[in-house]
């Protein structure tokens, strides 16, 4: 037997009557029944095998909050249960015994209580040192190393908790491992998730993070990596190397044929879970290239230019829960739901593809010098069905237990800002119309014509305002929220301080209150995303403007690439503050 496993004598007792809670490896490999003996179970010694033992997992529920609070603390894992790392295909491997492999790879086993057989409190195996056996972790991933050394490893689980809801593109926690985690991609889910700890920080991983997902080889997780560099990047207020990380993944998913119909039955080898992971890598690329493309990081959103054939994904819990997800719909099946007799249940995740759909029609027709009316009139209308045909299990954000059904929030979140877009551009809320697109749109374009009256649109715009700021009151952890939810506070907090600025230093008090409920979300946002820092600054001295003075922006004053590029906010230079 292996000594680093083998339990003192002091600890090895008699096995009572009962089924054993305890198997051997041997035993489990071949599905035998294992008595649980020590040192030597019954079946080894009469075959005369060798009998190991794997300290149990069970019950673990991850980090506690006193050690995610210090991570620094030694933390060694045995190789023989730690995925290790071949440099031949540079991935982890994985143990053939999955139910010997642990998933928290930063945990000591030193700590693992011994099993016994009575009734006693579990007494703690002290762990021999195994030195050039024990996988050590110091050292942030470099383009010359060739795998992560440091005892980070509880960032993994703090960016499943805070990040992976509103983007899960990534396979569930529990299968994150199974197929082999490539370097590069942890080092992305490390360093997005020091941005949500005190313990660690986003900087030690920045410097090295794009060279080493660049270089790489092109795969699936090479377009997940770089989406997730594109989304976390902007969120730093690093704009122009965001849209470098869009453009690449765009490329690279329309290389490999992402966007193709049946790219995940092929890739995903006949499992449910890698294959709904494929389809929802496209889908986040589409959603998240028409969020960008209206913050000005590029002209147009290339996905949306395409046939859509990739099928739709299931709901989270599914997901989520490792189940196998039903037979995937197609977007022809969802634009039909409105017709069909029968009405069909879609994922949540579906109408937040609906919603981006929507919004990338608003991108695609501000350039238009004719033919805008029509179009606009059946976006708006677009828009407003989206809410008419919502069933009514997708009405409600929370969820029976408490959560939020963050999708469906999302979903809320792009539409109304979508009106934002549509609406705002036309108002009679701006001095100039002109301005009002550079606004929203994040980029110069041609007058917005209006479609209806400017009241009208105006009205509509400030409907949206009002359901944006509606959806920060939802009491919940808004850094679990994505970070675009910044971005649609930003476009509310412009319609309400217009809409305030028509009566000179006259601010309503419900206008007041979401106004302060916004600059609160933009404050606990800023401990994690730098560009809410910069935002709620200016935010700030822009309301303390039109409450005191009442004076609607001038022509020169709005610029939402100022705001974005270095901390501007509608203020010329000498009102910033």
């Excluded at 008595?35 to 980090?63: H, I, L, W």
């Excluded at 469906?408 to 549509?422: D, R």
């Excluded at 305002?465 to 930003?490: D, G, N, Q």
Aim: proline content about 8%.
């Amino acid at each position: 037997m292996n000594e680093q496993f083998m339990p003192p004598k002091a600890f090895t007792q008699p096995r009572g009557s009962g089924p054993s809670l305890l198997a051997c490896l041997l035993c489990r490999h071949k599905h035998l029944k294992c008595d649980g003996g020590m040192p030597v179970c019954s079946r080894c010694a009469t075959t005369g095998a060798e009998c190991q033992y794997t300290p149990s997992r069970r019950g673990y529920k991850g980090p506690s909050k006193k050690r995610r609070a210090n991570p620094s603390s030694p933390e060694q894992l045995p190789v023989d249960i730690a995925p290790t790392f071949d440099p031949n295909i540079g991935f982890y491997d994985v143990p053939t015994d999955w139910s010997s492999f642990n998933p928290y790879p930063y945990v000591p086993t030193a700590t693992l209580p011994a099993s016994t057989s009575s009734g006693s409190s579990p007494q703690f195996i002290e762990q021999p040192a195994v030195s050039q056996q024990v996988l050590t972790r110091n050292a942030p991933l470099t383009p010359e190393s060739a795998s992560s050394t440091s005892n980070d490893g509880y960032l993994v689980d703090i960016y499943y908790q805070n990040f992976h809801p509103s983007h899960p593109i990534l396979p569930p926690i529990r299968f994150l491992y199974q197929r082999r985690l490539a370097p590069f991609l942890e080092q992305v889910i490390k360093f997005v998730g020091a941005h949500f700890t005190s313990a660690a920080s986003s900087e030690t991983y920045r410097p090295n993070i794009e060279i080493i997902v660049m270089e790489q080889e092109g795969s699936v997780e090479k377009v997940q990596a770089l989406l997730i560099l594109a989304i976390v990047l902007h969120s730093r207020n690093e704009r122009a190397k965001a849209g470098e990380c869009l453009v690449a993944a765009v490329d690279l998913a329309f290389e490999l044929g992402l966007h193709t119909r049946d790219f995940a039955i092929t890739i995903g080898e006949g499992d449910p879970i890698r294959e709904e992971c494929l389809r929802r890598t496209y889908w986040e690329l589409f959603i998240i290239e028409a969020m960008l493309t209206a913050l000005g990081l590029q002209p147009t959103p290339r996905t949306h230019n395409i046939q859509l054939e990739v099928p739709l994904p299931c709901e989270e819990r599914i997901y989520q829960d490792g189940l196998a997800p039903p037979p995937p719909p197609t977007i022809e099946q969802f634009d039909e739901r409105v017709f069909a007799d029968e009405e069909r249940d879609f994922s949540s995740y579906t109408y937040r593809i609906e919603a981006a759909r929507i919004l990338g029609r608003v991108v695609a027709i501000q350039d238009l010098v004719e033919g805008q009316q029509d179009k606009v009139e059946a976006i708006d209308a677009r828009i407003t069905s989206f809410f008419h045909h919502l069933p009514e299990s997708k009405i409600e954000y929370l969820r029976p237990d408490g959560t939020v059904d963050e999708m469906m929030f999302q979903a809320t979140m792009v539409v109304n800002g979508t009106s934002i877009y549509l609406h705002f551009p036309r108002s009679d809320l701006l001095s100039s119309p002109a301005v009002a697109a550079e606004v929203i749109c994040g980029h110069h374009g041609p007058c917005s014509i209006p479609a209806f009256s400017h009241h009208a649109h105006a009205m509509k715009a400030v409907k949206a305002a009002s359901e944006i700021s509606s959806l920060a009151s939802i009491r919940m952890p808004v850094v679990k929220h994505t970070p675009f939810f910044i971005c649609s506070l930003v476009m509310s907090s412009i319609v309400q301080l217009a809409a305030c600025s028509v009566k000179a230093g006259q601010m309503p008090d419900p206008s007041r209150d979401r106004l302060a409920l916004t600059i609160g979300v933009f404050k606990t946002l800023a401990n994690t995303w730098a560009i809410s820092q910069s935002i709620m600054r200016q935010v700030k001295a822009v309301a303390r403007d039109v409450m005191d003075m009442g004076l609607r922006p001038s022509m020169d004053q709005i610029d939402l690439n100022t705001v974005l590029d270095n901390g501007r906010f509608w203020l010329p230079e000498a009102l910033s503050r």
